[in-house]
């Protein structure tokens, strides 16, 4: 997408939507019993969540987990009030960041008999995340511990969940 | 007391928007003007208030009017006729006062019926002949015949002697003429009139008897009404008089208190009015204030919402800056998929999502944190001002309690003591108000009780009025060819008068009592002129005998339409009285016309100075040129259809206003 626009929209840079694919794929990887999980469909649906921490507490507080402490600045901006969920819908781009993921050397795939195929990152992978610092790499690590918690719940579960939540209005 | 034997002083008719009041005077009186202007409606409604049976009323009149009073004096004493125009039927309501006096009067009931019922009220026609003292009789209804049934005369018969209507005049059925029973009956009227009825002595006797039956009555009445007055200790009409003055002047003085306290209220309340407004205009502000606070509040937030968002944007681009670093497009140009074998394509990529480049995500954060800081500023200046909005608030709110402040003790202090002043001056006049119903109500009882003394007196005198009539009758009754002579004289003066040709052969006829001129009796004259004069000169005759020998009958004669058939009337009557035998000389000549008005001017002059009084009422559209100059005086109303010279447009003379505010 060529952006047009005088300022720039972060997330819609392929680089931090990378960047938060390969949090995911570093930090929730596996179930409680070592079970590869990452398939296509709930790097989609964690990819929003994480991109939309107020709709991931929302979702966590559905399934009575614990919450995300958030600041004001993440609980009190424009986006908490304006959802956008069409990244919800269609595969397209997440089969983008996989292969641009891919293509630099960072992925590895696996086939799960439970889940199709499933992603992680290989030692380069997680040799180059370790590298990245700074502020947000605080709040993405923040996030996936707390999405940990989701991570037993089934893809058409975590559908149900959000689809209330858009039913209730975001 | 004047002694004035019957004389109409006005007519009143009480309407809705006002009172249309037509005075009249001793003497000739006459109303003229164009048609439709309702003078004939003057002398109907007249003739209804006597007894008449109904009445045919234009539609200005019923419109307009309600009901209607004749105010009279008979034999000396007042009375006012008050009868419904609609109701020909409902009793009729009489007053023994003049008009001015009817509110404090208890009205006598009279029935409209010529045959009262037993032990109702009196009909109209008993009051009248009893107040003139006429004796009251029973006419043979075939006087040749001993064992003829009688009918009771009634002054309705009297009437036909004395009111000529447009119909009548100069008409061959005047009196009923050719109506065989009502001949036989008018010729018993006629002897009546100038009592030469064979039974008149002995009906003067009665009629003695029967007045000194009824003045027993009245006297036990009065002492019955005189004892009860004197027990309850009744105040006398003086005292009653006086206290009705004390009350009158004391709602005067009462009702301007009141007015004076209403002013004052209403100077008092222009304070009120300043505060009022000022406690208006400080609601007004801290609605303003309390919009400029919502709106700043709603700015605040987009604000700091924004900044937040920015806050966000600037990690997730230094994020992207660092990544960036490691991971890039360029790093996976030969690269295809393992399995597929396809290879990425880059352009693909750049569709879907931005691809910027490190200068760029550089610029963007130093132009994130400028603008944060800028809207950190922007959202602590709105900040500042909601402070101040709120301060101002609670200062206007301030204000606002001291105006209600104000305004409560104004109302406390200044309005409702005049409340309550007056409350007690309302109560007052009202209870005043009560107090002179009640004084009214003593006062009707008093003037009942005064009325009632008042006609023992005129009883007794009737009394002995008909005692002097009796010796008279008994001394000399006068015989019917006397009088037929003296009245056949009397006609030809009359005709004299008049200047009428070839005056032979006129007489009254002994068997129809009616005119007879150049010895054809009045029915078969064929001229219409030589009938009106006749018809009106035997009315007035008549009226002359009155005066010469007290006859029984009305002094007083109405006429509608003296010039009809004659002189300066249209072509249209001649026509329409079916005549050939004018020859001219009554269509062309004015001065008959006038003459007719000159007799009857003099034959009032007569009765003045005999000391007695008539009255001769004249409805005519226009009057001989002189007399209406010479005899200015005797006009009571003149309309002008179309309101020529400021004239009243007719007896309803405010209707043609009427209908035009209508329309």
């Known amino acids: 997408m060529k952006n047009n626009l005088p300022f720039l929209e972060p997330r819609n840079e392929l680089s931090l939507n990378a960047t938060v694919v390969m949090a995911i794929l570093i930090g929730l990887p596996k179930t409680r019993s070592g079970k590869l999980v990452l398939n296509l469909e709930r790097l989609q649906i964690y990819l929003f969540l994480i991109l939309n921490p107020t709709t991931l507490n929302k979702l966590l507080a559905k399934s009575n987990k614990t919450l995300i402490e958030l600041r004001e600045d993440e609980e009190y901006s424009v986006t908490s009030v304006s959802y956008n969920f069409d990244p919800l819908f269609g595969r397209e781009k997440m089969q983008l960041i996989l292969q641009f993921l891919s293509a630099n050397g960072l992925l590895e795939s696996t086939y799960s008999k439970d889940y199709g195929f499933v992603f992680n990152l290989n030692s380069k992978g997680l040799e180059t995340y370790s590298e990245f610092s700074g502020e947000y790499f605080h709040d993405l690590s923040k996030y996936t511990e707390k999405a940990s918690q989701l991570q037993s719940s089934s893809v058409g579960k975590l559908n149900s969940g959000l689809n209330q939540i858009i039913k209730d209005g975001g | 007391?004047?002694?004035?034997?019957?004389?109409?002083?006005?007519?009143?008719?009480?309407?809705?928007?006002?009172?249309?009041?037509?005075?009249?005077?001793?003497?000739?009186?006459?109303?003229?003007?164009?048609?439709?202007?309702?003078?004939?409606?003057?002398?109907?409604?007249?003739?209804?208030?006597?007894?008449?049976?109904?009445?045919?009323?234009?539609?200005?009149?019923?419109?307009?009017?309600?009901?209607?009073?004749?105010?009279?004096?008979?034999?000396?004493?007042?009375?006012?006729?008050?009868?419904?125009?609609?109701?020909?039927?409902?009793?009729?309501?009489?007053?023994?006062?003049?008009?001015?006096?009817?509110?404090?009067?208890?009205?006598?009931?009279?029935?409209?019926?010529?045959?009262?019922?037993?032990?109702?009220?009196?009909?109209?026609?008993?009051?009248?002949?009893?107040?003139?003292?006429?004796?009251?009789?029973?006419?043979?209804?075939?006087?040749?015949?001993?064992?003829?049934?009688?009918?009771?005369?009634?002054?309705?018969?009297?009437?036909?002697?004395?009111?000529?209507?447009?119909?009548?005049?100069?008409?061959?059925?005047?009196?009923?003429?050719?109506?065989?029973?009502?001949?036989?009956?008018?010729?018993?009227?006629?002897?009546?009139?100038?009592?030469?009825?064979?039974?008149?002595?002995?009906?003067?006797?009665?009629?003695?008897?029967?007045?000194?039956?009824?003045?027993?009555?009245?006297?036990?009445?009065?002492?019955?009404?005189?004892?009860?007055?004197?027990?309850?200790?009744?105040?006398?009409?003086?005292?009653?008089?006086?206290?009705?003055?004390?009350?009158?002047?004391?709602?005067?003085?009462?009702s301007s208190y009141l007015e004076q306290v209403k002013k004052r209220v209403v100077s008092q309340s222009k304070s009120y009015s300043i505060y009022k407004s000022a406690l208006e205009s400080a609601k007004l502000s801290i609605d303003l204030e309390e919009t400029r606070r919502i709106n700043s509040i709603r700015s605040i937030e987009r604000f700091d919402r924004l900044r937040n968002e920015f806050i966000n944007d600037i990690e997730k681009l230094k994020a992207i800056e660092t990544?960036?670093?490691?991971?890039?497009?360029?790093?996976?140009?030969?690269?295809?998929?393992?399995?597929?074998?396809?290879?990425?394509?880059?352009?693909?990529?750049?569709?879907?999502?931005?691809?910027?480049?490190?200068?760029?995500?550089?610029?963007?954060?130093?132009?994130?944190?400028?603008?944060?800081?800028?809207?950190?500023?922007?959202?602590?200046s709105h900040r500042e001002a909601v402070r101040e909005v709120i301060q101002n608030i609670s200062m206007l709110n301030i204000e606002r309690e001291k105006a209600v402040k104000l305004l409560d003790a104004e109302t406390s202090e200044a309005i409702s003591p005049y409340l309550s002043e007056r409350d007690t001056f309302v109560a007052e006049v009202t209870s005043l108000e009560e107090k002179h119903g009640q004084l009214l109500h003593e006062m009707k009882i008093l003037n009942q009780h005064d009325k009632l003394t008042l006609q023992l007196t005129k009883l007794t005198t009737n009394i002995g009025l008909l005692k002097g009539k009796l010796e008279k009758l008994e001394k000399s009754a006068p015989s019917i060819s006397e009088i037929l002579t003296d009245l056949s004289s009397d006609l030809n003066s009359y005709l004299k008068k008049i200047n009428i040709k070839t005056r032979v052969g006129i007489s009254i006829d002994e068997k129809s009592f009616l005119p007879v001129v150049r010895n054809v009796e009045y029915r078969h004259i064929n001229s219409g002129g030589l009938r009106t004069i006749l018809s009106i000169g035997y009315l007035a005759i008549l009226l002359k005998n009155n005066l010469i020998r007290?006859?029984?009958?009305?002094?007083?004669?109405?006429?509608?339409?003296?010039?009809?058939?004659?002189?300066?009337?249209?072509?249209?009557?001649?026509?329409?009285?079916?005549?050939?035998?004018?020859?001219?000389?009554?269509?062309?000549?004015?001065?008959?016309?006038r003459n007719i008005y000159e007799y009857l001017i003099d034959l009032a002059e007569l009765f003045e100075n005999e000391g007695k009084n008539c009255q001769i009422l004249l409805v005519d559209n226009d009057v001989p040129q002189e007399t209406s100059e010479k005899y200015k005086g005797f006009i009571v109303a003149h309309y002008s259809a179309k309101g020529v010279n400021g004239l009243p447009t007719g007896l309803i003379d405010d209707w043609d206003d009427f209908i035009n505010k209508a329309n």
Do not use: W
């Not at chain 2, 009285?577 to 001065?591: C, Q, T, V």
């Open chain 2, 1 to 254: 007391m004047s002694n004035y034997l019957f004389l109409i002083k006005k007519l009143v008719l009480t309407g809705h928007r006002k009172n249309y009041v037509i005075p009249f005077h001793p003497g000739v009186n006459i109303i003229y003007g164009d048609g439709d202007t309702g003078k004939s409606s003057i002398l109907r409604i007249i003739n209804y208030m006597l007894g008449g049976k109904e009445i045919q009323l234009d539609h200005e009149i019923s419109s307009s009017v309600i009901h209607a009073t004749l105010d009279l004096e008979i034999n000396g004493g007042s009375f006012c006729i008050r009868r419904d125009l609609y109701a020909p039927q409902k009793n009729i309501e009489v007053f023994s006062c003049n008009f001015e006096e009817i509110e404090s009067n208890f009205p006598s009931k009279l029935s409209p019926n010529l045959n009262a019922k037993v032990g109702g009220p009196k009909s109209i026609s008993e009051f009248l002949l009893g107040e003139l003292n006429f004796p009251i009789v029973k006419l043979k209804q075939s006087p040749t015949k001993d064992t003829s049934g009688v009918a009771r005369l009634s002054s309705r018969d009297l009437m036909k002697y004395s009111y000529l209507n447009q119909d009548a005049v100069g008409s061959r059925k005047m009196l009923d003429i050719g109506h065989p029973v009502v001949e036989v009956k008018n010729r018993e009227v006629f002897k009546y009139i100038f009592n030469i009825l064979d039974s008149n002595i002995t009906d003067v006797t009665a009629e003695i008897a029967a007045k000194a039956k009824e003045k027993a009555k009245l006297e036990s009445r009065i002492s019955i009404i005189s004892d009860f007055l004197e027990e309850t200790e009744f105040s006398n009409s003086e005292d009653i008089n006086v206290e009705i003055k004390q009350n009158f002047e004391r709602r005067k003085r009462i």
């Open chain 2, 323 to 380: 990544s960036s670093h490691r991971i890039s497009i360029d790093n996976g140009k030969q690269l295809a998929c393992p399995i597929c074998d396809s290879k990425i394509e880059i352009q693909k990529i750049s569709d879907n999502f931005s691809i910027s480049s490190e200068d760029k995500v550089r610029q963007e954060i130093n132009s994130l944190t400028r603008r944060v800081r800028e809207l950190k500023e922007a959202s602590e």
């Open chain 2, 550 to 593: 007290g006859s029984n009958s009305f002094n007083f004669i109405m006429v509608d339409t003296v010039g009809k058939y004659i002189g300066k009337t249209a072509e249209q009557d001649i026509l329409e009285a079916g005549d050939h035998d004018d020859s001219g000389e009554f269509e062309d000549d004015p001065s008959k016309y």
